[in-house]
């Protein structure tokens, strides 16, 4: 009941974010000093793109016990789907002034488009392959490792091996990507200019409303039966196999859908920061959203959200104030929540509240294995 | 070349090493139709082998297993095996410990094991009948809500006969089900898997002689990975190499 209550708090909270931003700055802008300047606007919605990340990671490994350290990967690939569609947005805008090709084509003295840049010029196409890329990859990397049987640890390494590869890959300038400045000088979305505050204010609604259907989305499924062989595969993999389920088939499904909205949260991300580039594929970063996750409570989506949001609000007061301090705080937070917090915030904000009722606390349906 | 059996589960010259040592060793047992058979032997014996080749976890190294007389076991996996419709009972308890009870049946529960059936399956009122009925004829109805970690080993031990019963398999290989039983719930046990017996072809690996004397069904006695005896229990007991080897003197 707590930790029911916990949650619905936590989807509260999300959706009261959406309504005020959508009251302040899109009904009433004109009452100033309670709309968020874009500033602010910006940095909310990168919170919410990581914590739809988060969603995604849970929803294997806190779910299945896929722990994978490759996730940055498909962000990134979603968030280099919405790069080439703003890219080719630019049109004549460019350095250089070519009317299809982006400047760092012109540059490399590159005759026409490479054919896999065909089509996003159409935001419908870039739409799909938000979804496609990180989903293909996700379900061809899958298949041939759930159906080897590779897991645990060695599942994890291969695919921090997966993103490295593709961080070395997207650092070449042949590979057409833009290479190490990946892509950037976007100027519109949609045709509305990007720097506008409008947009700003609509790309973070969009992230909140996606988070939100990401939310509930993975809890509807999980709440399925196909949630509970997940989970049964998490717990007893060989058990769920003797019992006749094709155990590789569920994790693949799983693994696929994760890696979609890991994409989706990069499309969202990129046109709020305005830049894409290698450095998102890099096997730290796909380790960085590990400990949103286990800091906010592993096994629980909506710990997941809030770990994501609670460690990247963190990650900017102490960028900005302690620069110097902030990876011991990182450092120290994980270190506390694989000490004291087995379950993360939420899980310890459950016992918290159970405590205070003077129940015991009954052994969760999400605690970890 | 497949031999013609009549066998429901017909093993032949079965032979297992593992780093040379030799877990079976030209093993050689069949089980007719609806028959109940007690396997026993020493720790080391090869009856958890047997069962985990006979289940697709362990692959021989020489020798037949069918089922059914035509589907080769030593080249489907456990998930094939599964659906073929031999059901396992491990002998450590392994329910899903974060899910419930009623879980647990759901899980086990006989039908179609895709992912998309898994996502748009809805419980019809049978569904609910049968689990309902597994779980007060194990003893569970009270604990249907708990969770599987939150059950005492007996228990465990009895959702696991339950979830073997509603996969509906038509062999029952059942690992050891009476450890951690009170004497009264091991005389329970015995007395259900004797009334599977006939419906189904019921395999029970034990340690505990006086559950094997309670089942009163054929006995096959395993020593280094062979048979040694087979017969009524007085038979075999009555056999100079199993006093040797096993009952000891």
Known sequence: MIGLRLRQLVFASIIALIAYVFLANV??????????????????????????????????????????????????????????????????????????????????????????????????????????????????????????????????IITQALTYALMLAFFRNEMGFGGNNGLTDFKDLLGYPLTSDGVRVWLMLSSGLALLLSLFLCQKLLATKFGRVLVAVRDSESRTRFLGYRVEHFKLVAFVMSAMIAGLAGALYVPQVGIINPGEFSPLASIEVVVWVALGGRGSLYGAALGAIVVNAAKTFFTGFYPEAWLFFLGAMFVISTLYLPRGILGALEDLAQQVKGKAPKLSQEGLS | MIPVTRSVLYLDGLSVSFDGFKALNNLSIDLAP??????????????????????????????????????????????????????????????????????????????NRSPWQAIMQILRPQDHRSMNEVASRVGLTDALDQLGGALSHGQKQWLEIGMLLLQEPKVLLVDEPAAGMTDSETLKTAELLKSLAGEHTVMVVEHDMEFVEALGCKVTVLHEGRVLAEGSLPHVSSNNEVIDVYLGR
């Open chain 2, 34 to 111: 609806g028959e109940l058979r007690a396997v026993i032997g020493p720790n080391g014996a090869g009856k958890s082998t047997m069962m985990d080749v006979v289940t697709g976890k362990t692959r021989p190294d020489e020798g037949t297993a069918l089922f059914l007389g035509s589907h080769d076991l030593t080249v489907l996996d456990e998930t094939e095996i599964a659906n073929l419709g031999i059901g396992r009972k491990f002998q450590k308890p392994s329910v899903i410990e974060t899910l419930t009870v009623e879980e647990n049946l759901e899980l086990a529960l006989a039908g």
């Open chain 1, 27 to 156: 009904m009433f802008p004109a009452s100033m000093g309670v709309a968020l300047d874009s500033y602010s606007l910006t940095i909310v919605g990168k919170y919410l793109c990581f914590a739809i990340l988060a969603v995604a990671l849970d929803l294997v490994w806190g779910y299945c016990g896929i722990l994978s350290l490759g996730h940055a990967a498909f962000f990134s690939l979603g968030g280099y789907a919405m790069g080439m569609y703003l890219m080719r947005q630019i049109g004549e805008r460019g350095t250089y002034g070519h009317p299809v090709l982006p400047d760092f084509m012109v540059f490399l003295n590159w005759e026409q488009l490479p054919w896999f840049w065909y089509g996003f010029d159409a935001f419908w196409f870039a739409g799909l392959m938000i979804f496609f890329a990180p989903g293909i990859l996700a379900f061809v990397f899958g298949w041939f490792a759930f159906r080897s049987r590779v897991s645990g640890v060695y599942l994890s």
